[in-house]
């Protein structure tokens, strides 16, 4: 998985990942602030995670996070992008 990736590596988690996002993936956070400004960085970083299609367990674990914090910042996103909860919030991101 990816956290033990990252465990033996011995970095920091996500260290380097808003780099290695923003190259790979230029305009997406430009894209998302041009939708709403107020995303906060976390929202951001797990917006990118999302894109990434990673599960919500998986998230939780590299974010040190309940699954619970994750879900209730997803619906954050949601209202952020004003989408409601018959489109998937991965789909949309990928698709962005």
Do not use: V, W
């Amino acid at each position: 998985s990816l956290k033990e990736l990252i465990k033996e590596s011995g970095r920091e988690p996500l260290a380097d990942f808003e780099d290695m996002f923003l190259h790979m993936h230029g305009n997406f956070f430009k894209k998302l602030t041009s939708i709403n400004p107020d995303f906060t960085r976390s929202e951001l970083q797990l917006c990118a995670l999302l894109r990434m299609n990673l599960p919500t367990k998986e998230i939780a674990a590299l974010l040190s996070l309940s699954p619970k914090t994750i879900d209730q910042r997803r619906y954050n996103i949601r209202n952020k992008l004003n989408i409601d909860n018959t489109e998937n919030l991965t789909t949309y991101l990928i698709r962005l």
